[in-house]
């Protein structure tokens, strides 16, 4: 197959958080937040664990596998895992597969003669053609097979390139690592410490929360234009999870107070997906974002102790809300397997804190209520060991000295909204849940993050 065969398959292009609230339920919002099922991918024999770096709308996935007889891309169609072919080398197989579009098509890195590492595309099962004849990898595509990565100037240099119709040109400076393009093709570039955006020649520095911040580096884009990513004020701090909306960054909460952590990615549906950190940067928590609170995806998942397993990492996340992970089973040390993360329809959640700002109006979202039952949103400053909710038939709350914040009644589909106004003193860190008085199903805690700007 020849590139000039790929072209023709494009595509068009502390306060008193209850003072001064106002409840009112509606129904007719898109219902966002959801439940989790895993099912664990196999790998083939040989092969000792593997890393998603890939995850397209249609739920296929690509991944680098390593074992005894080597590294190889590999991708999961279905229930069918797939070697993808390697580039003409001497010794045991090298190859990493980064990303998947929404046709299959899949971009890495394969190692050839004279243990060279190239860019490579594998426009299906069967074909790996080179992008770059040089020291590179490909680390990201969009749908019209825009390809950003990569490459080596000499020993250590690095600078980062985008290909497109058979024909590539850099992007440094100020670009040394390409990590990927949207289908607008704007690009997410970084140095070291600054992260970038590259749309029709320009070139524009990704503001931090204020100047000289000391790292500030986004992980994706979405086709809105939406960044995650995390902010480093100082050389001695927690990187804090943020999205830009409009290149203006915003702080995300995060599900263990004082500790930040960091958005691997954002969907078209408003769910990001990313980590908490525990104790520091190497212990963390991983997260789900939805609108803006956050909530431990491990608590997301359904029957989570029967089945046994616990999220590890996070990797990719696509549109539909699937997520791409690493797992382990409880009890299990060391390794880990492949998963999927399939959301599910069902189960009370919460969604949205917006705007997240004192002294406006912000809506909370409650999904999966009983239709026409009353639903209580209760809030506290701190999270802690369960304890029971008389009101409710001994339900278990997760709040240290939980309030009662508001009531609403469900509509026919099963939704609430709160509108509350938050007093603009109320400021900092809070942890919600919702109960429905019907089943006295609590929801999973919920942490949003009250700021009157970063």
């Not at 069918?80 to 890195?109: C, F, K, Q, Y």
């Not at 100037?153 to 497109?164: D, S």
């Not at 992980?219 to 804090?240: F, K, M, Q, V, Y």
């Not at 239709?371 to 400053?381: C, E, F, N, V, Y």
Request: charged fraction near 15%; proline fraction near 6%; aromatic fraction near 10%.
């Amino acid at each position: 197959m020849e590139l000039n065969d790929l072209f023709l398959r494009k595509r068009p292009n502390g306060q008193d958080f209850c003072a001064a609230i106002f409840i009112a339920a509606c129904c007719g919002s898109v219902s966002l937040a959801q439940r989790y099922s895993v099912t664990v991918l196999p790998l083939p024999e040989g092969y000792e664990g593997a890393f998603p770096h890939g995850l397209n709308n249609r739920g296929e996935m690509c991944v680098y596998a390593f074992g005894f007889q080597g590294e190889n891309a590999l991708v999961w169609r279905g229930n069918r895992v797939v070697t993808l072919p390697e580039l003409p080398h001497e010794g045991r197989p090298n190859s990493w597969a980064s990303d998947i579009n929404e046709d299959g098509v899949v971009v890495g890195r394969s190692e050839g003669l004279l243990g060279v590492w190239q860019a490579v595309m594998w426009p299906d099962e069967n074909t790996i053609i080179p992008i770059l004849d040089r020291q590179s990898v490909a680390s990201g595509l969009n749908e019209d097979l825009v390809v950003v990565g990569d490459y080596s100037v000499g020993f250590l240099e690095v600078n980062a390139f985008l290909w497109e119709d058979g024909e590539w040109f850099s992007l440094y400076p100020p670009m040394v690592f390409g990590q990927g393009v949207n289908n607008r093709k704007q690009v997410l570039g970084r140095t070291s410490y600054q992260g970038w955006l590259w749309e029709k020649g320009v070139f524009t520095a990704l503001g931090g929360f204020e100047p000289g911040n000391y790292l500030v580096r986004a992980s994706s884009i979405n086709d809105h234009g939406r960044l995650a990513g995390g902010i480093t004020r100082t050389p001695e701090s927690n990187s804090l999870p943020v999205i830009w909306t409009d290149l203006v960054p915003r702080e995300m909460p995060v599900v263990h107070p004082g500790l930040g952590g960091g958005i691997g990615q954002v969907n078209l549906a408003g769910l990001a997906l990313g980590a908490s950190y525990n104790r520091s940067q190497t212990d963390y928590r991983p997260t789900l974002w939805a609108g803006n609170l956050a909530m431990d995806l491990n608590e997301l998942i359904i029957d989570r102790e029967a089945r046994g397993w616990r999220v590890n990492t996070p990797w990719r996340f696509n549109d539909v809300g699937q997520v791409a992970a690493t797992v382990q089973s409880f009890g299990q040390t060391y390794g880990w397997s492949v998963a999927r993360l399939d959301p599910i329809d069902t189960g009370l959640t919460l969604w949205g804190m917006e705007p997240s700002r004192p002294g406006t109006r912000n809506v909370i979202q409650v999904n999966h209520a009983t239709p026409g039952g009353r639903i209580s949103l209760l809030w506290g400053t701190e999270r802690g060991e369960p304890t029971s909710l008389v009101q409710c038939n001994g339900a278990m709350i997760d709040i240290v000295d939980p309030r009662l914040a508001a009531t609403a009644v469900a509509g026919p589909d099963g939704r609430a909204s709160f509108n509350v106004f938050i007093p603009a003193s109320v400021l900092g860190l809070y942890v919600l849940q919702a109960v429905d008085h019907r089943t006295c199903e609590v929801s999973p805690t919920a942490w949003a993050l009250l700021k009157t700007e970063n």
